[in-house]
């Protein structure tokens, strides 16, 4: 089992900047691909980004691409997801997670486990 923790979520201002932080503990070295996904009230889980662990390499929805960075610190067992020039259609209830088979995915099935969400509010 991996267990993960997110913090950092909050309020801000619209064009502020938030970091959130997802910490893993447990079988981390099954970890093979992690990610951030959002949500809104009715409304499905969307993809933010996602990164390989090992590598480092990442992939990021459109809407955050060029404003929004995935990273790890891997002494840390610890995924980060900063966030620049916010929006209001940013805000959302943040998800890490993380899953052992498929890197890179943008496909919430294969992440095997999750965060208990934080929140961030952009207000405008």
């Known amino acids: 089992q991996v267990q993960l923790v997110e913090s950092g979520g909050g309020l801000v201002q619209a064009g502020g900047s938030l970091r959130l932080s997802c910490a893993a503990s447990?079988?981390?070295?099954?970890?093979?691909?992690m990610g951030w996904f959002r949500q809104v009230t009715g409304k499905e889980r969307e993809f933010v980004a996602a990164?390989?662990?090992?590598?480092?390499?990442?992939d990021y929805a459109d809407s955050v691409k060029g404003r929004f960075t995935i990273s790890r610190d891997n002494a840390k067992n610890t995924m980060y997801l900063q966030m620049n020039s916010l929006k209001a259609e940013d805000t959302a209830v943040y998800y890490c997670?993380?899953?052992?088979?498929?890197?890179?995915?943008?496909?919430?099935?294969?992440?095997?486990?999750w965060g208990q969400g934080t929140q961030v509010t952009v207000s405008s």
């Open positions: 997670a993380a899953g052992s088979r498929f890197p890179l995915s943008r496909d919430k099935r294969v992440y095997e486990y």
């Open positions: 447990g079988r981390t070295f099954s970890m093979y691909g």
């Open positions: 990164l390989t662990w090992s590598s480092g390499s990442t």
